[in-house]
């Protein structure tokens, strides 16, 4: 549940539907590609394929996703009036009153646990109701006050790995060995990309107050450094479940190639320290965790 909107983003229409209204408050393509990874995990864990998990994965998880969007939205309503990727959203606007917004969020928030504890398993529904929290209640607000939010942040960013596998689950659920090698790969990915985007978004950041970066000093060398650092870690953590024969050595192949592309990346970030090379980035890792996911279920598919 990352905050991945792109600065100087084509702005949105002044006048939209409060359909299209409620779509942007929750986030929808950004819970989308949330609830992706959430069905990929299940998918790469399951050894007894149900629709109707899949169907609760994808209904409950989109509706806790776009929930803690929402939460964030209301929480940072008057921030938002501040930066240039923001002011345009239904809140700064006025298209959705502030009742109109917590309504939608708290009943996204119970619908989606419901569905997540009864049409899979209590422990679905815990890390639901857990990721929600997290981000709204904690992430957001930190965002002001330390750069150690990304830390934070990445927990219910990387949960959505933990409900698809732990979907799969009988009883009251289990968070297996595999699942929690799903969850790290998303944890650790979170950071290049946040600070990615915290690069290339700075000076709108700031005009909100909001620390992102991991160093201080903002767009400098010791936060291109971190990057690559993160970056490079990242690569032994994504093959961790072809290490444990989890999913193939094939695979495993593929997901260390993946691995050094988006380091490189990252070196090239540090050595030239522009916005441009902060964007390569942005947009590599958009790619980079859906096609390792995908990676590492056909291989755990066809081991």
């Not at 942040?153 to 949960?159: E, M, S, T, V």
């Not at 005009?207 to 903002?218: H, N, Q, T, V």
Request: glycine content about 8%; some cysteine.
């Amino acid at each position: 549940m990352a905050d991945v909107e792109i600065a100087q983003a084509p702005p949105i229409q002044v006048r939209y539907s409060k359909v299209r209204a409620y779509a942007v408050l929750a986030k929808f393509r950004l819970s989308f590609l949330v609830v992706l990874s959430a069905v990929i995990s299940y998918l790469t864990v399951t050894h007894s394929f149900s629709w109707q998990k899949i169907a609760s994965v994808v209904v409950g998880g989109f509706l806790v996703t776009g929930a803690a969007n929402g939460f964030n939205q209301i929480i940072e309503r008057e921030l938002d009036k501040l930066m240039n990727r923001t002011c345009k959203r239904p809140l700064p606007l006025g298209i959705l009153s502030l009742s109109e917004a917590l309504t939608f969020c708290v009943l996204s928030t119970v619908s989606g646990i419901f569905i997540l504890t009864f049409f899979t398993n209590v422990l679905c529904g815990i890390l639901g109701a857990l990721s929600v929290v997290l981000y709204a209640g904690v992430y957001t607000p930190l965002k002001r006050v330390t750069p150690f939010s990304v830390f934070v942040g990445a927990f219910p960013g990387a949960i959505p790995t933990l409900i698809g596998a732990v979907a799969d689950t009988d009883g009251f659920g289990e968070i297996t060995f595999f699942a929690w090698a799903l969850f790290a790969v998303q944890f650790v990915w979170q950071f290049p990309h946040f600070w990615a985007i915290a690069w290339v978004a700075h000076e709108d950041y700031k005009k909100a107050g909001f620390f992102m970066l991991p160093s201080l000093g903002g767009q400098d060398r010791s936060s291109a450094f971190q990057i690559v650092v993160y970056t490079l870690f990242l690569v032994p953590v994504s093959l961790i479940p072809h290490i444990f024969g989890l999913s193939s050595w094939v695979a495993g192949m593929f997901t260390f190639l993946c691995g050094l592309f988006f380091l490189a990346q990252a070196f090239t970030l540090y050595y030239k320290m522009d916005i441009s090379s902060a964007r390569k980035l942005m947009f590599g890792s958009f790619f980079y965790l859906p096609l390792v996911q995908l990676i590492i279920m056909f291989g755990a598919i066809w081991k």
